[in-house]
């Protein structure tokens, strides 16, 4: 009754592979007639509850071929999430939360894929290349340099209107996120072996986007 629903969806999870249960209605029925339960209508709607949870994340699923919806297997996403645990999980609820588009067409199939360092890779490239197209800038132009010329003192980028603490965190939010990002994948292989780092990355690319997107509305109807 105590835990949150993700870890007592993953305690289910984990029972539901341990009794090799392939029936939702089954499992709860099970429950109903174990005298703790019966005591207790609050913690079998709790377990009710988490197979919800499980059904919403994909972790379990219909079987096919089956006629009663209560029929379920523990789908790859479900046994990905028993061997690598609820990091795994929540991190990729981030993703699920809206990611700006660019960012997702470029990051989110690499990083449901286990490719941590290519997601992370590609949506900062997305970045580094919509800037270059906004600041009106060449391809020589890349990387930190490219940052910090766009949203220099005299930046094509650089709101003018703003003040100049604003205009210089601006410099350093995009300088900084790329040096810290995107540089060291182009320069030797990154091991995110922690799956909630890679998500965030992931996601600081999409506020990233987020913030061009005023950039760009800005240049488009100047004052």
């Known amino acids: 009754m105590t835990l949150p629903i993700d ?14 249960q392939w029936n939702e209605y089954n499992y709860l029925n099970s429950a109903s007639q174990d005298p703790r339960y019966q005591s ?13 949870w499980l059904r919403g994340r994909g972790l379990i699923a219909r079987t096919p071929g089956q006629t009663a919806d209560s029929a ?20 990729e609820g981030r993703l699920h939360e809206g990611l700006h588009p660019l960012v997702e067409h470029r990051a989110r199939r690499q990083f449901l894929l286990g490719e941590y360092e290519q997601a992370v890779f590609v949506a900062m490239k ?3 290349v919509r800037v270059r197209e906004l600041a009106d800038l060449g391809d020589g132009d ?5 940052m ?26 995009f300088a900084g996120a790329y040096a ?22 992931v996601v600081t690319a999409s506020l990233l986007m987020r913030v061009l997107d005023r950039v760009e509305r800005r240049i488009a109807s100047p004052p």
């Not at 870890?7 to 009794?19: N, W």
């Not at 890349?142 to 490219?146: A, F, H, K, S, Y």
């Not at 003192?153 to 350093?172: F, I, W, Y």
């Not at 994948?185 to 072996?193: A, C, F, I, Q, W």
């Open 7 to 20: 870890e007592l969806g993953l305690d289910v999870l984990a029972d539901i592979v341990r009794t090799n």
């Open 148 to 173: 910090n010329r766009a949203f220099g003192p005299n930046g094509s980028l650089t709101d003018s209107s703003a003040v100049k603490g604003e205009q210089e965190g601006t410099r350093m939010l």
């Open 180 to 201: 810290t990002l995107r540089n060291p994948s182009g320069h030797r292989e990154v091991d995110y072996d922690d799956v909630a780092e890679a998500a965030e990355a």
């Open 126 to 128: 997305a970045v580094e």
């Open 72 to 91: 379920i297997f523990v789908t790859r996403a479900g046994h990905l999430a028993l061997k690598q645990g609820l990091e795994r999980v929540r991190a």
């Open 40 to 52: 207790n209508e609050a913690a079998l709607r709790a377990v009710a509850e988490a197979l919800t």
């Open 142 to 146: 890349t990387g930190v340099d490219l």
